[in-house]
């Protein structure tokens, strides 16, 4: 499998984590995600929104979304429960991810952290900011007395949303106020097979 | 089945029309959208980001995020392929429409023609309704040759993005531009068990 990829991407590093787990070997071709300009060229076909990851199985069939990737990668395995009731739950929160998380942490963390033009973006980081912190205090509330974020075992959902949370300070977050997010960010860190975002 | 609703929203309407095809009863209970004070009292508990849809199993347990909904009622219909690759194209378009397309054309029309207060959002309009015309164009391209998002039959990927596709006029979107989209609103609208989004 071919992964179009970034290696500072939250996204992309949500995919390699769920291979690092599966023990899945695949080829990494990184993608800049400054300057797009090459996009359409080499995502187009692939992926509707010429966004990274963009995965193209070994028979060449494209799958974007982060989100849709890991759930091809992952039905069948560990990481997703057998229980029709948890399995929504692990896609309730990733879709709180790509709707309420995301576009706040990762977003805020972009343009401070890799945009090289943080300034062009201060007169919007507080409301990303504001968001990013409910975000934060939804998931916090959740992990209060839990393990996981869905049933008690490492599923997508903690994947999902490891990805940013744990590189949250990069965009301003400070996750002091959220101990059970800590605690649970620890946790996942410590799973055997688990891999940096550098790796 | 209790549905914390909006007869407004795009997101709760996917999840009433998926209902209406699958022919299962609920109850409606309607929220607010503009005045959101009471949500923490009622959603606080069942829905994470305290948003419509929050749907409520017969036995009470809770289950937010309309796509997430979507595939809870809808795994083993119709309208989620048996195929594992077609099921995770089902998911790509669903977190396509969450990312991408909702951000903009929902947000868009909400602005408009729901929040009252139209000319305080005027500045940032341009920029939702750039994102809204990609997202078209994306689906417009996509559809070109083909009659559904996934496969050859109707899947929670056409609900779930004809839900705020068919009402992006109220945003101020022509659809003029993308035939092929208009030529998919009708097929949706005309597949038995269709009910509008005001039924």
Redesign the interface.
Known sequence: MLLYDSPVSGNCYKVRLLLAHLGIPYERRTMDVVDRSNRPEVLGGLN??LRVPTLV?DDG?P???????L??LG?GSRFVPDD??E???V??W???E???H??AIAVARFWLAYSGRAEDFADRLPERKAAGQRALA??D??LNGRNYLVGDRLTLADLALYAYTHVAHEGGFDLAPYPAVGDWLERVASEPGHVPIDA
Chains 1, 2 share one sequence.
Do not use: T, V
């Open positions: 509707p929104a199985l069939r799958l974007a979304e982060s989100g849709a990737i759930w091809y039905e029709s009731y399995r929504a739950q896609l309730q990733m879709f709180f790509q709707y309420d995301e576009p939804a998931m509330d959740h």
